[in-house]
């Protein structure tokens, strides 16, 4: 029979039996006042009886229901030792190695956090580093292409110099041409005498 049932079984068959001891004692024709003493006691027996039956079943309890209130609100440190030999101590155990595995799953869950963030920060960083050694590149791209617009710019100015300057030696060259043409023209034509 387990420790609990005994516990509760065993203050009420004493009771039973304080009861027809007393039933024995007492003289059907006559209620003297060892009757009355007699159930006074056992009012009393009764009364304290209850008390004990209801802190024997309520103290363990009310530990399992405070543990379990610490726990649901993120205390899993919490465990429950109960000194009983019975149902209520299995309960306590059964309660102590949900808080572990629970505990255990929070701590597992914690560096399954950690991990993530380590592998997130290293990817992360190397994604920094790529975007860097791009953004470093669209500046040296920029710059050159800075660099050659403006040599572009020289040579255009360059060429426009170089284009005034061949109408002028054009129109130079036309003019010594018409000189050239008009010294010619007067060595040609015979001299009259």
Sequence with gaps: MPRLTLKIA????????????????????QLSLSFYIIILFLIVYVFFFGLAIGQNIVSPIRKLLDKAIKLSEGDLSS?????????????????????????????????????VSVKVMARTKD????????????????????????????LKNDLNGRK???????????EVKKKVVGRNKIKQEPVEE
């Design 10 to 29: 065993l203050p009420i068959m004493l009771v039973g039996f304080f009861t027809i001891l007393a039933l024995l004692a007492v003289e059907q024709k």
């Design 79 to 115: 465990r429950v030792y109960l000194e009983t030999k019975d149902e209520l101590s299995e309960l306590a155990r059964a309660f102590n190695k949900i808080a572990e595995e629970l505990e255990v799953s929070r701590g597992l869950e914690g560096n399954l956090e950690k991990a």
């Design 127 to 154: 994604l920094e580093e790529t975007i860097t050694a791009l953004e470093q590149k669209v500046k040296n791209r920029t710059i050159e292409l800075e660099r050659l617009i403006e040599e572009s710019q020289k």
């Design 164 to 174: 005034t300057e061949t109408s002028q030696l054009k129109k130079d060259l036309d």
